[in-house]
Each structure stands twice: as C-alpha cells, then as structure tokens.
C-alpha cells in the first residue's frame, strides 16, 4: 500500500464504520484514478502525495451528512436543538424589543435579532443555506459578546449561542428534510 493510499484511507475514516464498509475500496480506487487524470498517479505522488483540500472538504461534508442524515436519531435530534436554539434566541430578541419600546430607550441590536428572525423562518421554508448562515453570524456574535462579558454570561448565552449554531450547521445539509412549519410557527408566535 502507497503512502498517498493510506493517507486517503485515513480521511476516509471521518465516515461512519457501516458507510466505509460497504464504499471505502470504491472510493480509493476512484481518488487514486483522479489524481492522475485517469492514468493513477506517478512514483513519486505515490509516496509523497496527500490528499487535496477539494477532496478533504468533500469527504467531511459526507461524513455530516451520513451521520446526520434524515433518517438517524442523531440528525432529528440536531435539527430538534437548532430550532429550539434559534427560538431561544428569537425569545429573547422580543425581549429586547418590548423593553426598548417600554422604557424607550434604543433597540440594542436590530440587526441581530433579524437575523434570529430570518433564520428561524427561512429552516422551515426549506432555506438552510439562509438559515445557516443568518444562525452562524448571529451565534457568532452572541458568544463573541457574552465571553467578552462576566463568567456567568458566556455560559448562560454564549454556550448555547454556540451549541445552536453547531446543531443548525450538522443538522440541516441539503439532504435533510425541513422542519413542520406550523408546529415551529406556532412555537415562535407563542414565544414572541
């Protein structure tokens, strides 16, 4: 076995146990007869070759979607602490607004919570690139605010900013199926 051989067999162990079993010869077969356009690769890609940042990421991206598919308790269960997650933050978002309103003071972050706002909506719509990125740039931003604040609040905000951001980063790939919208829709009006 080659060096770049075993170096492919190695990114493949991201995948699940059961998914490697039945493709993993496929698949080195496939990234060996890639790397040389169809030839395999030379002597010295053999020994000294590694695997490209292309098939890296491709490989990790399988590897979420195969152990978070639609199917597995672990994807219903990271599409579950997403939703809840961002309505969370949606929560606290009205909060904010009520308190500005009532005390008249300025709104502190419009921004943010619309992109609470626009993530909650766009997951169950079927938008989960939209959703992705509105939840990562306003988790990001909640856990980025609560570490630079006392102990108490990175871990009351800033962990589960976090966790949030995770759960709706694994759980919803494009192969997963949206969330109910009227159970989710209710939630949200219920909370606000």
């Given at each position: 076995?080659?060096?770049?051989?075993?170096?492919?067999?190695?990114?493949?162990?991201?995948?699940?146990?059961?998914?490697?079993?039945?493709?993993?010869?496929?698949?080195?077969?496939?990234?060996?007869?890639?790397?040389?356009?169809?030839?395999?690769?030379?002597?010295?890609?053999?020994?000294?070759?590694?695997?490209?940042?292309?098939?890296?990421?491709?490989?990790?991206?399988?590897?979420?979607?195969?152990?978070?598919?639609?199917?597995?308790?672990?994807?219903?269960?990271?599409?579950?602490?997403?939703?809840?997650?961002?309505?969370?933050?949606?929560?606290?978002?009205?909060?904010?607004?009520?308190?500005?309103?009532?005390?008249?003071?300025?709104?502190?972050?419009?921004?943010?919570?619309?992109?609470?706002?626009?993530?909650?909506?766009?997951?169950?719509?079927?938008?989960?690139?939209?959703?992705?990125?509105?939840?990562?740039?306003s988790c990001?931003v909640v856990?980025?605010?609560?570490?630079?604040?006392?102990?108490?609040?990175?871990?009351?905000?800033?962990?589960?900013?976090?966790?949030?951001?995770?759960?709706?980063?694994?759980?919803?790939?494009?192969e997963a199926?949206?969330?109910?919208?009227?159970?989710?829709?209710?939630?949200?009006?219920?909370?606000?």
């Open positions: 076995m080659s060096t770049l051989e075993r170096r492919y067999r190695l990114l493949l162990r991201l995948l699940p146990a059961w998914y490697r079993r039945e493709r993993e010869e496929e698949m080195v077969a496939l990234f060996l007869e890639d790397r040389g356009r169809g030839d395999g690769p030379d002597d010295l890609d053999l020994e000294y070759g590694r695997p490209g940042w292309g098939e890296a990421g491709a490989t990790a991206a399988l590897a979420v979607r195969t152990r978070f598919a639609a199917d597995r308790a672990t994807g219903h269960a990271a599409r579950l602490v997403g939703m809840a997650g961002l309505l969370g933050h949606l929560v606290l978002a009205a909060q904010g607004l009520a308190a500005a309103a009532r005390l008249g003071e300025g709104w502190a972050a419009p921004w943010l919570d619309a992109l609470a706002l626009v993530a909650f909506a766009a997951l169950p719509l079927g938008r989960f690139a939209v959703g992705r990125a509105a939840a990562w740039v990001a856990a980025a605010a609560a570490v630079q604040g006392p102990p108490a609040m990175a871990v009351l905000f800033g962990v589960p900013a976090l966790v949030t951001a995770v759960a709706v980063g694994v759980g919803f790939h494009r199926p949206p969330p109910p919208r009227a159970g989710w829709c209710r939630a949200g009006a219920l909370g606000v």
